[in-house]
Protein backbone atom coordinates (compact mmCIF):
# COMPACT_ATOMS: atom_id res chain seq x y z
CA UNK A 1 0.00 0.00 0.00
CA UNK A 2 1.14 3.50 -1.07
CA UNK A 3 1.63 5.99 1.96
CA UNK A 4 1.01 9.34 1.01
CA UNK A 5 2.01 11.86 3.73
CA UNK A 6 -0.09 15.30 1.99
CA UNK A 7 -3.01 13.24 0.92
CA UNK A 8 -3.22 10.58 3.76
CA UNK A 9 -6.69 10.65 6.06
CA UNK A 10 -4.67 10.18 9.41
CA UNK A 11 -2.18 13.10 8.31
CA UNK A 12 -5.10 15.73 7.52
CA UNK A 13 -6.56 14.80 10.71
CA UNK A 14 -3.75 15.41 12.77
CA UNK A 15 -2.87 18.59 11.42
CA UNK A 16 -6.45 19.56 11.95
CA UNK A 17 -6.35 18.24 15.39
CA UNK A 18 -3.29 20.68 15.86
CA UNK A 19 -4.21 23.58 14.17
CA UNK A 20 -7.68 23.12 15.73
CA UNK A 21 -5.81 23.17 19.30
CA UNK A 22 -3.43 26.08 18.70
CA UNK A 23 -6.43 28.15 17.88
CA UNK A 24 -8.39 27.30 20.88
CA UNK A 25 -4.91 28.30 22.82
CA UNK A 26 -4.82 31.73 20.94
CA UNK A 27 -9.02 32.31 21.67
CA UNK A 28 -7.83 31.71 25.73
CA UNK A 29 -5.40 33.25 25.94
CA UNK A 30 -6.93 36.70 24.21
CA UNK A 31 -9.71 36.18 27.35
CA UNK A 32 -7.21 36.37 29.86
CA UNK A 33 -6.21 39.08 28.33
CA UNK A 34 -8.99 41.03 29.16
CA UNK A 35 -9.63 43.10 31.91
CA UNK A 36 -12.28 42.78 34.36
CA UNK A 37 -13.94 45.95 33.41
CA UNK A 38 -14.50 44.22 29.99
CA UNK A 39 -15.92 41.15 31.39
CA UNK A 40 -18.35 43.19 33.86
CA UNK A 41 -19.41 45.03 30.32
CA UNK A 42 -19.98 41.46 28.49
CA UNK A 43 -21.69 39.92 31.70
CA UNK A 44 -24.35 42.92 32.69
CA UNK A 45 -25.37 43.40 28.96
CA UNK A 46 -25.70 39.20 28.61
CA UNK A 47 -27.95 39.38 31.90
CA UNK A 48 -29.89 42.60 30.43
CA UNK A 49 -30.88 40.74 27.61
CA UNK A 50 -31.81 37.65 29.31
CA UNK A 51 -33.76 39.05 32.42
CA UNK A 52 -35.08 42.15 31.28
CA UNK A 53 -34.23 43.31 34.81
CA UNK A 54 -34.30 47.57 35.03
CA UNK A 55 -31.61 46.93 37.60
CA UNK A 56 -29.30 44.79 35.12
CA UNK A 57 -29.73 47.81 32.54
CA UNK A 58 -28.61 50.29 35.30
CA UNK A 59 -25.83 48.59 36.57
CA UNK A 60 -24.84 48.02 32.98
CA UNK A 61 -24.78 51.62 31.98
CA UNK A 62 -22.76 52.73 34.51
CA UNK A 63 -20.60 50.06 33.91
CA UNK A 64 -20.12 51.18 30.38
CA UNK A 65 -19.47 54.26 31.50
CA UNK A 66 -16.38 53.63 33.93
CA UNK A 67 -15.19 51.53 31.22
CA UNK A 68 -15.72 54.29 28.30
CA UNK A 69 -13.57 56.62 30.70
CA UNK A 70 -11.03 54.47 31.15
CA UNK A 71 -10.46 53.92 27.73
CA UNK A 72 -10.46 57.74 27.02
CA UNK A 73 -7.93 58.16 29.63
CA UNK A 74 -5.27 55.71 28.46
CA UNK A 75 -6.08 56.84 25.18
CA UNK A 76 -5.62 60.41 26.19
CA UNK A 77 -1.97 59.92 28.15
CA UNK A 78 -0.98 57.65 25.13
CA UNK A 79 -1.58 60.03 22.75
CA UNK A 80 -0.07 63.05 25.30
CA UNK A 81 3.00 60.94 24.94
CA UNK A 82 3.22 60.81 21.33
CA UNK A 83 4.02 57.26 21.33
CA UNK A 84 3.88 57.08 17.32
CA UNK A 85 7.31 58.39 17.67
CA UNK A 86 8.60 55.93 19.81
CA UNK A 87 7.25 53.28 18.05
CA UNK A 88 9.07 54.13 14.86
CA UNK A 89 12.45 53.92 16.81
CA UNK A 90 14.74 51.12 16.00
CA UNK A 91 15.83 49.50 19.09
CA UNK A 92 19.33 51.06 19.59
CA UNK A 93 17.07 54.72 19.48
CA UNK A 94 14.70 53.52 21.91
CA UNK A 95 17.38 52.26 24.30
CA UNK A 96 18.65 55.81 23.98
CA UNK A 97 15.60 56.83 24.77
CA UNK A 98 14.82 55.36 27.69
CA UNK A 99 18.17 56.27 29.37
CA UNK A 100 16.69 59.66 28.79
CA UNK A 101 13.80 58.89 30.12
CA UNK A 102 14.87 57.58 33.41
CA UNK A 103 17.61 60.20 33.43
CA UNK A 104 14.36 62.84 33.56
CA UNK A 105 12.62 61.22 36.70
CA UNK A 106 15.32 61.29 38.67
CA UNK A 107 17.49 57.84 37.91
CA UNK A 108 21.48 58.25 37.56
CA UNK A 109 22.45 56.08 34.49
CA UNK A 110 24.62 54.32 33.24
CA UNK A 111 25.14 52.60 29.61
CA UNK A 112 26.29 48.96 29.61
CA UNK A 113 28.36 47.70 26.11
CA UNK A 114 25.78 47.90 22.92
CA UNK A 115 27.09 44.58 22.16
CA UNK A 116 27.83 41.62 24.95
CA UNK A 117 25.43 43.92 27.47
CA UNK A 118 24.52 40.05 29.37
CA UNK A 119 20.94 41.40 29.44
CA UNK A 120 20.78 44.85 30.37
CA UNK A 121 21.06 47.41 28.04
CA UNK A 122 21.31 50.31 31.24
CA UNK A 123 22.21 50.16 34.89
CA UNK A 124 20.24 52.69 36.62
CA UNK A 125 20.60 53.93 40.48
CA UNK A 126 17.79 55.67 42.29
CA UNK A 127 18.89 56.37 45.91
CA UNK A 128 21.45 54.27 45.96
CA UNK A 129 19.65 51.03 44.50
CA UNK A 130 21.10 49.51 40.85
CA UNK A 131 18.85 48.21 38.84
CA UNK A 132 19.26 46.41 35.39
CA UNK A 133 17.25 47.63 33.01
CA UNK A 134 16.37 46.01 29.58
CA UNK A 135 14.77 48.43 26.76
CA UNK A 136 12.25 46.14 24.24
CA UNK A 137 11.01 48.09 21.61
CA UNK A 138 8.44 45.96 19.73
CA UNK A 139 5.54 45.45 18.00
CA UNK A 140 4.92 42.36 19.73
CA UNK A 141 3.85 41.29 22.95
CA UNK A 142 7.22 40.70 24.93
CA UNK A 143 7.65 37.22 25.88
CA UNK A 144 9.93 35.46 28.98
CA UNK A 145 13.20 35.89 27.09
CA UNK A 146 13.66 39.46 28.25
CA UNK A 147 12.86 38.86 31.74
CA UNK A 148 15.01 36.00 31.87
CA UNK A 149 18.13 38.23 30.26
CA UNK A 150 17.44 41.19 32.81
CA UNK A 151 17.77 38.38 35.60
CA UNK A 152 21.09 36.98 34.66
CA UNK A 153 22.12 40.64 34.31
CA UNK A 154 21.18 41.49 37.91
CA UNK A 155 23.47 39.38 38.91
CA UNK A 156 26.44 40.54 36.61
CA UNK A 157 26.17 44.04 37.17
CA UNK A 158 25.59 43.24 41.15
CA UNK A 159 22.07 45.40 41.08
CA UNK A 160 19.94 44.78 43.51
CA UNK A 161 16.45 45.26 40.75
CA UNK A 162 15.67 44.36 37.52
CA UNK A 163 13.43 46.13 35.04
CA UNK A 164 11.71 45.39 31.67
CA UNK A 165 10.73 48.50 29.63
CA UNK A 166 8.77 48.21 26.62
CA UNK A 167 6.65 50.18 23.74
CA UNK A 168 3.90 47.35 24.37
CA UNK A 169 2.69 44.88 26.49
CA UNK A 170 4.32 41.64 27.68
CA UNK A 171 2.60 38.19 27.62
CA UNK A 172 1.06 36.27 30.63
CA UNK A 173 4.30 34.12 30.91
CA UNK A 174 6.62 36.89 31.33
CA UNK A 175 4.35 38.26 33.55
CA UNK A 176 4.57 35.50 35.50
CA UNK A 177 7.92 34.58 35.58
CA UNK A 178 8.84 38.43 36.42
CA UNK A 179 6.44 38.31 39.80
CA UNK A 180 8.29 35.03 40.48
CA UNK A 181 11.77 36.99 40.37
CA UNK A 182 10.70 40.66 41.53
CA UNK A 183 10.92 42.17 38.00
CA UNK A 184 9.86 45.42 37.61
CA UNK A 185 7.70 45.35 33.99
CA UNK A 186 7.05 48.51 32.78
CA UNK A 187 4.30 49.05 29.61
CA UNK A 188 3.46 51.43 27.51
CA UNK A 189 1.09 52.83 29.50
CA UNK A 190 3.33 53.18 32.69
CA UNK A 191 5.79 55.35 30.64
CA UNK A 192 2.94 57.21 29.03
CA UNK A 193 1.45 57.77 32.75
CA UNK A 194 4.52 59.51 33.46
CA UNK A 195 5.87 60.87 30.84
CA UNK A 196 2.44 62.84 31.48
CA UNK A 197 3.09 63.85 34.95
CA UNK A 198 6.92 65.46 33.39
CA UNK A 199 7.20 69.12 32.02
CA UNK A 200 6.65 69.62 28.99
CA UNK A 201 10.12 70.18 27.97
CA UNK A 202 10.98 67.12 29.36
CA UNK A 203 8.17 65.02 27.98
CA UNK A 204 8.76 65.50 24.32
CA UNK A 205 9.17 62.36 22.11
CA UNK A 206 12.33 62.98 19.82
CA UNK A 207 14.42 60.28 18.23
CA UNK A 208 18.29 59.95 18.99
CA UNK A 209 20.39 61.94 17.13
CA UNK A 210 22.46 58.56 15.23
CA UNK A 211 25.79 59.99 14.48
CA UNK A 212 27.63 58.91 11.44
CA UNK A 213 30.80 57.65 11.25
Request: net charge positive; glycine share 6%.
Amino acid sequence: MRWKDGNSLSARAVFALLLGSYRVRSFLSGLRRVSGLSWTVLVLAVLSTMFRSWIAFAALGITSVAYLNQWLYFRYYVARAGFEEVDEMTGWEFEKWVRRFLENVGYDVEQTPYQGDFGADLVATWNGVRMAVQAKRSSRLVGIRAVQEVVAAKAYYDCERAMVITNSHYTEQAAILARANGVLLRTRDDLALKLAELPRADRQVTRPVTLSS
